[in-house]
């Protein structure tokens, strides 16, 4: 004689708390996976390849020092603004754009997550601009520039932080 067959679809109330659980913890693995996605499709990208040939920098905040009766004295600078363009990083080399005309040559150094670009003035002084990786909660590249300098003998210099965006058309 044989066993009395049991349903088919027979469920007992531990495989449906089971089931539920399962279902549950799959849906919300589903949500944290899928929030993410979304938030990234909506935060924009960076340039394709390794980064923008045109940069716009705008720095308002920073700090220069100028060395007075023997010692330096500190102030706020003005604004700062100008273009990075003809980006050329395996060349190594760019061209600062000051009020929308050429101003000189830069020489570039590649790092692991920035660039800097070298000026050398006419004087031999220095200005260094360094532009981090593609920031996606600002849409821009963060920035630090500095200036050192001498005005009749006495050293200024200067360090501001900002960012730069990709210029778009002409």
């Known amino acids: 004689m044989m066993p009395p067959a049991r349903p088919r679809f027979h469920r007992s109330i531990a495989f449906q708390a089971l089931w539920t659980a399962l279902l549950s913890a799959g849906l919300s693995a589903l949500l944290l996976i899928a929030a993410p996605l979304a938030i990234a499709v909506e935060t924009p990208a960076p340039p394709p390849g390794d980064g923008p040939v045109h940069v716009?920098?705008?720095?308002?905040?920073?700090?220069?020092?100028?060395?007075?009766?023997?010692?330096?004295?500190?102030?706020?600078?003005?604004?700062?603004?100008?273009?990075?363009?003809?980006?050329?990083?395996?060349?190594?080399?760019?061209?600062?754009?000051?009020?929308?005309?050429?101003?000189?040559?830069?020489?570039?150094?590649?790092?692991?997550?920035?660039?800097?670009?070298?000026?050398v003035a006419n004087e031999g002084f220095l200005n260094l601009t360094t532009i981090y990786d593609f920031d996606r909660t600002t849409g821009s590249y963060p920035a630090v520039h500095s200036r050192h300098f001498g005005i009749l003998g006495q050293p200024v210099f200067g360090q501001y932080v900002g960012a730069c965006v990709p210029k778009t058309g002409p």
């Not at 754009?97 to 660039?115: E, F, I, Q, W």
Request: proline share 3%.
């Open 56 to 119: 716009i920098c705008t720095f308002e905040q920073g700090h220069s020092w100028s060395y007075d009766a023997g010692k330096f004295v500190s102030a706020a600078p003005s604004k700062l603004s100008f273009e990075i363009a003809a980006i050329d990083l395996e060349g190594q080399s760019a061209s600062l754009v000051m009020d929308g005309k050429p101003s000189g040559t830069l020489r570039v150094v590649r790092a692991l997550n920035a660039n800097h670009f070298l000026e």
